[in-house]
C-alpha cells in the first residue's frame, strides 16, 4: 500500500496534483448541486472543498497552485469577454443607458458600503483588514471575477508571502451572498407595491406596441406613379430604407427581382422589412393586399432555405457589398444570430456562426449555399488560434505600468482585467483583422467552467492552511454580516429607484439586479416567476460593463487604497 500512501503525501509529483485537482472539483461540483430552499451554490463550491482539502493537509507546492490558480482565471475571464463582446457597445443604446447607469450606481454604493463597514467594524490600523474586505465585497456580490483581480493586484502590493487569503472573506460572504440578491428583490417587490399579474400584462401591452426592427413581410401592389419604369436599386436609394423584395407577379409570371429589376404600376411584390419601416414602405409603394398568386414559377422552382456562415472568408463581410441579387439572383430576407431574428441590411456585417434565409432559384441558392460554406461540422471545431493570440495581446496589454503619482505601485490592468478587456474589443471587432471569434455556446461555457474550477480550487487550496485562524477565531463572523449589509442595502436603493423614478417593469428590474451582481440564481428565480424575456433582457443589458467595472474597481481599490 506505500503507492497509495505516497500517492497522496508525495506533494510535488504531477500524479498527486491532478489527482488534487480532479478530488477537489468533482467534489465541489457534485456538492454544488445540492438545494436549500430551490437555491444551490453552484460550481462555487469548488472553493470551499478546496479550504476543506487545504485545512487538512491536502496540498500541492505554492508555485504550481499560483499557476493553475492564474491560467485558470485568465481562461474564465478571456472567455467571458468573448461571451460578452458583440452585446457590450451595443448595450449602451437608447433604453440600456438608464440600465446600465443604474447597474453603475449599484456598483459604487457596493464599494460604499463596503468601506463604511470596515471604518465602522474593523481596526484601520491593520492593513490585512481593508484587503480581507475586498474578498467580502465580491462574495456579497457573488463575483469571482473581481475576486481574482483583486488577488492578482494585491501580489503588486505586498511582499511575497504576506498577500492576505482574501478568498476567506470571499467564502463567508458568498453564501448569504447568493440568498440576500433574491430576498432584497423580492423586498423592492413589497417596498414597491408591486403586483406580478399587472407587470405581466404591462409586457404584453409593450410587445405589441413597440416596433422591433424585426423581419416583417407583406404582400403589395405598386400603386404609385414615380415608381413606373424605375429599378429596385433606385426604389431603395429613394426610399433610404432597409428592405427586400423577394418576389415580383409582373405580367402573370412569378420571378425574383434583382437591383435592376424595372417595376410598373400594377405589379404585386413581397416585401422583407424592419417592423418599424413597413408602414412607410407601404406607403410609398402601395396597398397592402391579399396575393393569391402561386409562390413558384413552374418553370423555374423558388426555394427558401437557411444557410449557415462557417467559411472564415465571410468573416465580417458586409452584406449589402456581396450584391446577392445582381450576381447570384437571391435574396437575403433574414439573418439569425444567437437566436435572435435580424433584419437583413445593407450595413450587417457576417459572422461565422450566422443562420442566412436565403430565397431563390435552387441552383442559385446551392451556390450561395457554397460560397457560405454552410458546413456545421466546421462549427464544431472550436477556434483555438484566436483564443490564444488573444490570451498573448491581453496579457502584453495587460502588464503595460502606468505610473500614477500616490501610488505604491503602478497601475497595470493585469491578468485579469488585460486579457478581460482584448477578449471584449476581439469579440466586437474581431473580423476586421481576419479573426474568427465564433464558438459554440457549449464550447465556451466547457472553457469558462474548466478556468472557474481550477481558479476557484487552487484560491481554496491555499485559503485551506489559514482558514481556521482567520475565520472561526478571527473576524469571521465580521465578514458574514458585513457581506449582507454590502449586499443588501445597494439593491434596496438601487431598486426602488428604478422602480419609482424611472417606472422599469419589476421584471426588467429583477434581470438588471441579477445582471449586476452577475448572479445566475437570482436571474433564474426571476425566470421561474415571469413568462416573458424581460428578466433575461435586463440581465444581458448591464452584464457586460458589470462584469468589467467589477474587475477594474477590484484593482483600483486595491491600488489605490490597500498599499
Given at each position: 500500500?506505500?503507492?497509495?500512501?505516497?500517492?497522496?503525501?508525495?506533494?510535488?509529483?504531477?500524479?498527486?496534483?491532478?489527482?488534487?485537482?480532479?478530488?477537489?472539483?468533482?467534489?465541489?461540483?457534485?456538492?454544488?448541486?445540492?438545494?436549500?430552499?430551490?437555491?444551490?451554490?453552484?460550481?462555487?463550491?469548488?472553493?470551499?472543498?478546496?479550504?476543506?482539502?487545504?485545512?487538512?493537509?491536502?496540498?500541492?507546492?505554492?508555485?504550481?497552485?499560483?499557476?493553475?490558480?492564474?491560467?485558470?482565471?485568465?481562461?474564465?475571464?478571456?472567455?467571458?469577454?468573448?461571451?460578452?463582446?458583440?452585446?457590450?457597445?451595443?448595450?449602451?443604446?437608447?433604453?440600456?443607458?438608464?440600465?446600465?447607469?443604474?447597474?453603475?450606481?449599484?456598483?459604487?454604493?457596493?464599494?460604499?458600503?463596503?468601506?463604511?463597514?470596515?471604518?465602522?467594524?474593523?481596526?484601520?490600523?491593520?492593513?490585512?483588514?481593508?484587503?480581507?474586505?475586498?474578498?467580502?465585497?465580491?462574495?456579497?456580490?457573488?463575483?469571482?471575477?473581481?475576486?481574482?483581480?483583486?488577488?492578482?493586484?494585491?501580489?503588486?502590493?505586498?511582499?511575497?508571502?504576506?498577500?492576505?487569503?482574501?478568498?476567506?472573506?470571499?467564502?463567508?460572504?458568498?453564501?448569504?451572498?447568493?440568498?440576500?440578491?433574491?430576498?432584497?428583490?423580492?423586498?423592492?417587490?413589497?417596498?414597491?407595491?408591486?403586483?406580478?399579474?399587472?407587470?405581466?400584462?404591462?409586457?404584453?401591452?409593450?410587445?405589441?406596441?413597440?416596433?422591433?426592427?424585426?423581419?416583417?413581410?407583406?404582400?403589395?401592389?405598386?400603386?404609385?406613379?414615380?415608381?413606373?419604369?424605375?429599378?429596385?436599386?433606385?426604389?431603395?436609394?429613394?426610399?433610404?430604407?432597409?428592405?427586400?423584395?423577394?418576389?415580383?407577379?409582373?405580367?402573370?409570371?412569378?420571378?425574383?427581382?434583382?437591383?435592376?429589376?424595372?417595376?410598373?404600376?400594377?405589379?404585386?411584390?413581397?416585401?422583407?422589412?424592419a417592423t418599424a419601416d413597413a408602414e412607410a414602405i407601404q406607403a410609398f409603394i402601395g396597398p397592402i393586399i391579399d396575393a393569391e398568386w402561386t409562390a413558384e414559377d413552374k418553370t423555374q422552382p423558388l426555394v427558401s432555405r437557411r444557410i449557415v456562415v462557417t467559411k472564415p472568408s465571410m468573416n465580417g463581410k458586409t452584406l449589402g457589398k456581396i450584391h446577392f441579387n445582381s450576381v447570384y439572383g437571391v435574396n437575403i430576407t433574414r439573418i439569425t444570430r444567437q437566436g435572435i431574428d435580424l433584419f437583413a441590411s445593407r450595413e450587417h456585417h457576417f459572422n461565422v456562426g450566422d443562420r442566412v434565409m436565403v430565397v431563390g432559384p435552387e441552383d442559385n441558392v446551392n451556390r450561395v449555399a457554397d460560397m457560405m460554406g454552410n458546413s456545421v461540422k466546421r462549427l464544431d471545431t472550436p477556434n483555438i488560434a484566436t483564443i490564444f493570440i488573444g490570451i498573448i495581446i491581453g496579457i502584453l496589454f495587460g502588464s503595460i505600468p502606468v505610473a500614477i503619482p500616490g501610488m505604491p505601485a503602478p497601475l497595470k490592468l493585469g491578468i485579469a482585467g488585460g486579457p478581460l478587456i482584448i477578449a471584449i474589443l476581439i469579440g466586437r471587432f474581431g473580423y476586421r483583422m481576419k479573426l474568427v471569434t465564433y464558438t459554440t455556446t457549449s464550447a465556451n461555457m466547457m472553457l469558462r467552467e474548466i478556468g472557474l474550477v481550477l481558479f476557484l480550487a487552487s484560491v481554496g487550496i491555499k485559503a485551506g492552511a489559514n482558514f481556521w485562524q482567520t475565520v472561526i477565531e478571527g473576524d469571521g463572523l465580521k465578514y458574514v454580516y458585513t457581506g449582507v449589509l454590502i449586499t443588501i442595502i445597494p439593491i434596496l436603493i438601487i431598486g426602488t429607484i428604478a422602480r419609482l423614478k424611472y417606472k422599469f417593469n419589476y421584471f426588467t428590474i429583477m434581470g438588471m439586479l441579477a445582471g449586476t451582481c452577475t448572479d445566475p440564481p437570482a436571474l433564474a428565480y426571476a425566470n421561474q416567476i415571469c413568462s416573458k424575456e424581460a428578466p433575461a433582457i435586463g440581465y444581458s443589458t448591464v452584464y457586460p460593463l458589470s462584469m468589467f467595472l467589477r474587475i477594474f474597481t477590484a484593482q483600483l481599490i486595491v491600488l489605490f487604497c490597500c498599499g
Open positions: 500500500m506505500e503507492w497509495l500512501i505516497n500517492l497522496f503525501t508525495t506533494t510535488d509529483s504531477v500524479a498527486h496534483i491532478a489527482l488534487l485537482y480532479a478530488i477537489v472539483i468533482a467534489c465541489g461540483v457534485y456538492l454544488g448541486k445540492i438545494k436549500v430552499g430551490g437555491i444551490s451554490l453552484g460550481v462555487t463550491f469548488v472553493l470551499f472543498a478546496g479550504i476543506v482539502a487545504g485545512h487538512v493537509g491536502f496540498t500541492a507546492p505554492v508555485n504550481i497552485l499560483t499557476f493553475i490558480q492564474d491560467f485558470g482565471l485568465i481562461l474564465f475571464v478571456f472567455c467571458i469577454g468573448l461571451q460578452v463582446g458583440p452585446g457590450f457597445f451595443e448595450s449602451f443604446r437608447k433604453g440600456g443607458i438608464t440600465l446600465n447607469l443604474l447597474s453603475t450606481a449599484l456598483i459604487v454604493l457596493n464599494i460604499g458600503v463596503m468601506f463604511g463597514c470596515y471604518y465602522l467594524f474593523f481596526d484601520t490600523g491593520d492593513k490585512n483588514n481593508l484587503p480581507m474586505m475586498v474578498g467580502t465585497l465580491y462574495g456579497a456580490v457573488t463575483n469571482t471575477p473581481g475576486l481574482g483581480a483583486a488577488k492578482e493586484a494585491l501580489t503588486s502590493v505586498f511582499a511575497q508571502g504576506s498577500v492576505p487569503e482574501i478568498a476567506s472573506g470571499y467564502a463567508c460572504a458568498y453564501p448569504l451572498g447568493v440568498l440576500g440578491i433574491i430576498g432584497a428583490t423580492i423586498a423592492v417587490r413589497y417596498i414597491c407595491r408591486v403586483n406580478l399579474s399587472d407587470e405581466e400584462k404591462e409586457l404584453d401591452v409593450q410587445e405589441s406596441d413597440n416596433p422591433h426592427a424585426k423581419p416583417h413581410i407583406m404582400h403589395l401592389k405598386v400603386s404609385n406613379a414615380y415608381m413606373a419604369g424605375r429599378t429596385l436599386g433606385q426604389i431603395s436609394e429613394f426610399l433610404n430604407r432597409d428592405f427586400v423584395c423577394t418576389r415580383l407577379l409582373h405580367n402573370g409570371e412569378v420571378s425574383i427581382p434583382i437591383q435592376n429589376t424595372v417595376l410598373e404600376l400594377g405589379d404585386e411584390v413581397l416585401i422583407v422589412c
